[in-house]
């Protein structure tokens, strides 16, 4: 069976641009978060999908971030325009009922120039 | 809401030599309470899980854990250390209304030497 994957792997991108991260969970799992690791802080929550619903999405930064999962099955997290603190890695997880083990992808890691 | 702190940062081991990684939780109620580990370039993966069923808890590659509520703490040990046991390691209580959203400890990395 197949893990969480996440798309790019890397991703380095200038101040002021447009970038998209994607996230496959595995599949039949309803629940999907994204989460991110700033250099030398926590990992940090951003948000909850239960299917095509966000449940929580109190972690969001500020409007710059756009998260969506339309269809219930990969998500995808825009980030738009990119500033210098948004460097990092985004991690998604999924699991297959609420409370449920959660299963973490390798992470994207974006760099702003 | 429940948190965790992680008592090192670092903590560096000789092979075959005992691990103890540190996690001290503040809650009021007992809490659940898991391991995660991330080895280099891989994603976070599930060590072991502490819900009150019993407070010596095993997980995968030989580590266990014990919940000591008097002591509020959650230790993670292995009793002897290998090398593809370095990795960086989190310590996790379930954390906000949601429950689903795990808050993460500041993670300590564990380096092994030969």
């Known amino acids: 069976e197949a893990g969480v994957t996440q798309f790019p792997s890397h991703s380095v991108i200038e101040k002021g641009q447009t970038v998209t991260l994607r996230c496959d969970p595995i599949?039949?799992?309803?629940?999907l978060y994204w989460y991110r690791r700033v250099m030398g802080k926590e990992i940090k929550f951003l948000l909850h999908?239960?299917?095509?619903?966000?449940?929580?999405e109190s972690g969001m930064p500020n409007n710059r971030f756009l998260a969506e999962r339309t269809g219930g099955t990969y998500s995808t997290l825009k980030v738009q325009p990119a500033e210098l603190e948004d460097s990092g890695v985004y991690f998604c997880?999924?699991?297959?009922?609420?409370?449920?083990?959660?299963?973490f992808g390798p992470g994207t890691r974006l760099t702003v120039l | 809401a429940q948190s965790v702190t992680q008592l090192d940062s670092h903590v560096s081991v000789s092979e075959g030599t005992p691990v103890l990684l540190r996690c001290n939780y503040s809650?009021?109620?007992?809490?659940?309470l898991f391991w995660y580990v991330q080895h280099p370039n891989k994603g976070l993966q599930l060590l072991l899980k502490?819900?009150?069923?019993?407070?010596l808890v095993k997980g995968i590659n030989g580590f266990e854990a014990e919940f000591k509520k008097s002591e509020t703490s959650f230790h993670l040990t292995k009793p002897s250390a290998h090398m593809s046991d370095a990795a960086e390691y989190f310590c996790?209580?379930?954390?906000?209304?949601?429950?689903?959203?795990?808050?993460f400890g500041q993670g300590t990395i564990l380096t092994v030497h030969p």
């Open positions: 997880a999924s699991s297959q009922v609420f409370e449920g083990e959660q299963f």
């Open positions: 996790v209580p379930p954390g906000g209304t949601s429950y689903g959203k795990l808050t």
């Open positions: 999908f239960v299917k095509e619903s966000k449940q929580d």
């Open positions: 502490y819900t009150s069923a019993a407070t």
């Open positions: 599949s039949g799992h309803d629940n």
């Open positions: 809650s009021s109620y007992s809490p659940s």
